[in-house]
């Protein structure tokens, strides 16, 4: 007899805290019984009553070609048939880092001129970071010749690591060997992996729970990092006119998408930069979502001010669906970890063969085409949510970076963690149940982005096109408490 989701919930929750391996997987904020999938293909899932679903979590963003896509597969059959894992390098790791670094760019001023774009230019982009670092404590090597290290081509060296959390958590641990300071700048509703010292006023599950943070992170630790609002370069210079001397850097989603979608004001990231750079703080730009997703160079080749991150995060897409994330930078700066430096940080599974097989893969597919039908099916999608709402008389607003987008239950467009806190989030829940009931699945929190793949086709669309009326009107009715 074939278990329902129900069952194997109950199962679970015997074996594993909440019976699930990760919060918001449990389906609490949204009052609904979990699903539990047992397969996937192209844009669908189904789960354990065999009931197939169109999908619009993606895995929390790495299915961006679809689910299971045949190459990617294959690829990872391949190396599984040659190993495990090693324990040592592979040539694979090198080719991903190699391909990391060639798409994390971003046209020169006169290729944007040429294009009809505006150059933008932060200041930042005329004050080398490298110059930002070069009175640190720790004396930094030279920058490799014939290569520029700042602007265009920010990322030089990659170290590939297992989680987000993980490449954010040595970028942290980087920045401060590198300045030989203790603070750092984050922002509210910014979800940068469960390291202690980012788990204060945080997106993603976070938010979804109503945390103020988490139990069991030592007092300390929580004060080496300060809080602010996002998308107010005031309070940014604010805190750094009062500690600038002791911050080691700002940490910020590139675009932020872990409470909702809240794209950043226009030059806000350019700000971050100047500000800490003059300060001598580095700027840590954190894509482990929105890197090669909303584009081929992630936020950081569409942002419409240039600006020059000194770190870049990523994770998610560049796994290929696998564990695998990965930090960059500049040489001068990456070659302070180990074993060239002294910033230390190792992994048994980092660049695990089979993780760096589907990530190499998953990035090679990731062409102009890909990317077209990506955004092409994402704004079918979000236009149809908007307008189902819209003719329910439900308030919201749909707010978009690139291909992610978001639905706020809200009159204006939400800029910062309070204002996103303060919309009707009581109207999610029986939206996203009439949507499940209906054959689609999306992200079990308000607080999370929609995430729409290159195998979302015209069927796969129109599914989900017909099903938001019906959602849209369970919205509409909707009381809180």
């Known amino acids: 007899m074939t278990a329902t989701n129900a069952q194997e919930f109950a199962r679970a929750q015997g074996a594993m805290p909440g019976g699930v391996s990760s919060p918001v997987r449990a389906f609490g904020s949204v009052h609904e019984t979990p699903r539990f999938f047992v397969s996937a ?22 299915a961006i070609l679809g689910h299971a896509h045949p190459a990617v597969v294959k690829a990872v059959q391949d190396a599984a048939a040659r190993g495990l894992g090693f324990g040592a390098s592979t040539p694979g790791e090198t080719e991903l880092a190699e391909l990391i670094a060639a798409r994390v760019v971003r046209p020169s001023a006169v290729e944007r001129a040429s294009a009809g774009e505006r150059d933008e230019t932060s200041r930042t982009d005329e004050n080398p ?8 404590l720790i004396a930094l090597p030279e920058p490799v010749e014939g290569r520029s290290t700042t602007g265009t081509h920010p990322v030089e060296r990659v ?28 922002f509210a509703g910014h979800y940068h992996g469960h390291s202690d ?28 990092t300060l809080v602010i609002p996002y998308n107010d370069v005031d309070a940014v ?80 897409v560049v796994g290929g669906g696998l564990p695998l994330a990965a930090l960059g930078g500049p040489a001068a700066l990456m070659e302070l970890l180990a074993p060239l430096g002294p910033v230390y940080q190792a992994g048994t599974l980092s660049g ?13 597919h990731l062409d102009a085409d890909a990317y077209a039908r990506i955004d092409a099916a994402a704004t079918t999608i979000a236009d149809a949510a908007a307008s189902a709402l819209a003719d329910a008389g439900v308030t919201h607003v749909l707010q978009r970076s690139g291909n992610l987008f978001s639905i706020q239950f809200a009159a204006e467009p939400p800029v910062d963690y309070d204002t996103v806190r303060a919309q009707e989030a009581f109207r999610y829940p029986p939206f996203f149940r009439a949507m499940l009931e209906q054959g689609v699945s999306l992200p079990p929190s308000v607080f999370e982005a929609w995430f729409v793949s290159a195998a979302h086709d015209d069927a796969a669309v129109g599914r989900i096109v017909e099903a938001l009326p019906a959602a849209a009107r369970a919205a509409a009715e909707a009381r809180p408490g």
């Open 159 to 186: 170290r590939l690591v297992s989680t987000g959390t993980e490449a954010t958590m040595t970028a942290i641990r980087l920045a401060r060997g590198a300045t030989g300071r203790d603070l750092v700048v984050k």
């Open 129 to 136: 970071q490298l110059q930002s670092v070069s009175s640190r």
């Open 352 to 364: 695990n063969p089979l993780a760096v097989a589907a990530g190499r893969t998953t990035l090679d």
């Open 237 to 316: 210079r604010e805190v750094f006119s009062a500690r600038g001397h002791q911050i080691a850097a700002i940490i910020v989603e590139a675009a932020p998408a872990n409470m909702g979608i809240v794209p950043p004001a226009h030059g806000f990231n350019a700000a971050l930069a100047d500000i800490a750079h003059e300060h001598g703080a580095l700027l840590i730009l954190d894509e482990v979502l929105t890197g090669f997703r909303v584009g081929a160079a992630g936020w950081y080749g569409i942002d419409p001010v240039p600006f020059s991150p000194d770190l870049i995060t990523f994770g998610k």
């Open 41 to 62: 293909s192209g844009p669908y899932v189904t789960d354990v009553e065999g009931r197939e679903y169109v999908d619009l979590v993606g895995s929390w963003g790495p």
């Open 197 to 224: 010292g980012l788990l204060a006023e945080a997106g993603s599950g976070v938010a979804t729970l109503a945390m103020p943070g988490s139990a069991g992170v030592p007092a300390a630790i929580a004060a080496q």
